[in-house]
């Protein structure tokens, strides 16, 4: 499996990091790069609605908002990444 990095950015700074193979109110953008190639990046980019993921990519999502939320990066202060995690525990629908 591919090794992958992706960087949340605000105002063309790293904001917070995920590494993974295979949100937030306090980014605005993204880039996703594997190894030491950028394959995509995006501005204001809308995330996909949980009716769009299996149950799977929703537990996967949850465990790395989690990771995100426990880490030291100022994204886990994001309060809309808190409601998040709390609606995706509930099985709630999208929150916007």
Same mark, same amino acid.
Request: glycine letters at 2%; aromatic letters at 8%; proline letters at 2%.
């Given at each position: 499996?591919?090794?992958?990095?992706?960087? /949340?950015?605000? =105002?063309?700074?790293?904001?917070?990091? !995920?590494?993974? *193979? #295979?949100?937030?109110?306090?980014?605005?953008?993204?880039?996703?790069?594997?190894?030491?190639?950028?394959?995509?990046?995006?501005?204001?980019?809308?995330?996909?609605?949980?009716?769009? /993921?299996?149950? =799977?990519?929703?537990?996967?999502?949850? !465990?790395?908002? *989690? #990771?995100?939320?426990?880490?030291?990066?100022?994204?886990?202060?994001?309060?809309?990444?808190?409601?998040?995690?709390?609606?995706?525990?509930?099985?709630?629908?999208?929150?916007?």
């Amino acid at each position: 499996m591919a090794d992958y990095r992706m960087y /949340l950015l605000a =105002a063309d700074r790293i904001e917070a990091r !995920e590494d993974f *193979q #295979a949100c937030s109110d306090r980014c605005d953008s993204f880039e996703l790069w594997r190894e030491k190639r950028k394959v995509d990046s995006a501005q204001g980019s809308q995330p996909a609605s949980l009716a769009e /993921l299996t149950q =799977a990519h929703q537990q996967l999502v949850l !465990e790395t908002a *989690q #990771a995100i939320l426990t880490s030291e990066w100022t994204i886990a202060q994001s309060k809309h990444l808190i409601e998040r995690i709390e609606c995706l525990k509930r099985g709630w629908p999208d929150v916007k």
